[in-house]
């Protein structure tokens, strides 16, 4: 096979973070990779056929400008886009790039909005008929995605203050009567204990500051997907079952995230109503997205040309969520998160997207998920082998977590 592309760097990360982006954009472009300078000459002497370079520049591993001036002037290669992607921030880098003939000159961290701005249109020029692609982007735009209402705007706006009005706040909420009603019922919910909560004042009060910002974004959220979607009762049921293990997980394993941890489980799956409305044939593979399957995605892609995992982490960034509970949503379906580790949330994310896949496996375990066979915590551990690096667990550990949790959540049908 002709190889369109060379890539170069000893960064296995970027290696993979390139290829998923090609294979959910850019399909038909093939990609050779080598880890070094020396080799990538070696490859280029072999076949000089290769439309587009992106080499690593870091010295120790990779001279990518050494490598530049190689295919400039030693192979006389003029007119071959040649992308260097570095750490080097400094003027004298930069400009001894562009008199060596660079196309571009890309700095780290590298991650898909990176390479939209800076990469992608020369991808777009090895495959201007890329139909997948193309497919792709208009089943997303074709999509009821909820927008974000002006209550969370104003919300986040008095947030942000020095010294928030919580009188205005409340009367604002006030102002939305079916975010109020979601709110107060699910402040009254077992998963927080609150008590008799009959007003958007004594939800303040019981739940705090933080917990309540993130239920108003909940209940929100939750009234909007209803009514761009089709929300089932099992739908709900799980997506507080999850929520509820993920808060509970999170506060065994990693308590500086709980809040984020709820969100997370709550609207991992926010976008499955979406999907139910617009394809009427989805329902034939619920049942699997809603438990701890691996192809789903990969089906839903086939099927539909997007999936509810991209799609949800679509929805929750436009309700400006935090960047690490988007990319635990995003990836929630694969044995491993591709979040790349340059990205300052990259801990957090991986701590979010290994508490959410133990979730997902011990709801469907108690029958809060699709119907689809449970995997065994053996089978769970062997598929999702980060999860037990991420949360420090080994076999036994689940299994008591997995226990433990199901007092959690067997009260919890009825919560919304």
Known sequence: MEHMVLLVSHSLILHKIIEIYLGKNFPGITVDKVTNDIDAVKKIQASNNYKLILSDWDIEYVDGYKLLVTVRQVFNNKDIPFIIITEKRDKESILKCIQASATGYVMKPVDDDVIDQKIKSY??????????SVKKQVSMSSMNIPSCPAIITELYTELKKPKPNLRDIVERIKKDVAVTATLIKLANSPIYGAGKVDGIERALNVLGLNNFKNMVLASALQNSVKEVGIVS????????ASATVCSYLSKRKAPELVDSAYLTGLFHDCAIPLFLKKFPDYE?????????????????????????????????????????????????????????????????????????????????????????????????????????????????????????????????????
């Not at 991808?123 to 997948?132: D, H, R, S, V």
Request: proline share 1%; glycine share 4%.
């Open 233 to 240: 009762e099992a739908f709900w049921r799980h997506s507080v």
């Open 284 to 416: 034939k593979i619920f049942d699997a997205a809603l438990a701890v399957s691996t192809d789903v995605t990969q089906l839903e892609d086939k099927e539909f040309i997007t999936n509810h995992a991209d799609m949800g982490a679509l929805i929750v960034k436009g309700w400006k969520v935090e960047d690490k509970i988007i990319e635990a949503i995003k990836y929630h379906h694969n044995s491993d998160i591709k979040t790349a580790k340059t990205l300052e949330y990259y801990r957090s994310a991986r701590q979010l997207w290994a508490i959410l896949v133990l979730s997902e496996h011990i709801c469907h375990h108690y029958g809060y998920g699709g119907i689809s066979p449970a995997r065994s915590d053996e089978e769970f551990l062997e598929i999702f082998e980060e999860t037990a690096v991420v949360m420090n667990l080994d076999i036994q550990d689940v299994k008591d977590l997995k226990d433990d949790a199901f007092a959690i959540i067997k009260n919890i049908t009825g919560s919304f």
């Open 123 to 132: 991808f777009e020029k090895l495959a201007p008929q890329n139909i997948a």
